[in-house]
Nanobody
């Protein structure tokens, strides 16, 4: 399966963006879908994940209360980002894994990334 992320762009601080990640085939119920981000000069970091079978979600502290991960359809996972801050500026990646994890190596399929830029 391949993943394609959409929805990045330029937004002012306090604004919102919705990222979508579309899989080329049905996402298996055994999967955990995650969003990660990588800012310039920094390591790629976990943002949020969802267990496809149950809909259980978990977010990083930096995303709690502002970002919401959700299942949109049988092959689409989204990340609704509200109250955006300049420090949220990064390339955002969606990924598919099988472990309930926020560790990059536990995700074996990655999308190409979409740029989010938040201006102050």
């Amino acid at each position: 399966v391949q993943l394609q992320a959409y929805g990045g762009g330029l937004v002012q601080a306090g604004g919102s963006l919705r990222l979508s990640c579309v899989a080329s085939s049905r996402i298996l119920s055994s999967r955990v879908m995650g969003w990660f981000r990588q800012a310039p000069g920094k390591e790629r970091e976990f943002v949020a994940r969802i267990r496809w079978s149950t809909g259980r979600t978990w977010s990083a502290d930096s995303a709690k209360g502002r970002f919401i991960i959700s299942k949109d359809s049988y092959n689409t996972v989204s990340l609704q980002m509200n109250s955006l801050k300049p420090e949220d500026t990064a390339v955002y990646y969606c990924a598919a894994g099988t472990q309930w994890s926020e560790v990059r190596r536990d995700y074996d399929i990655w999308g190409q990334g979409t740029q989010v830029t938040v201006s102050s």
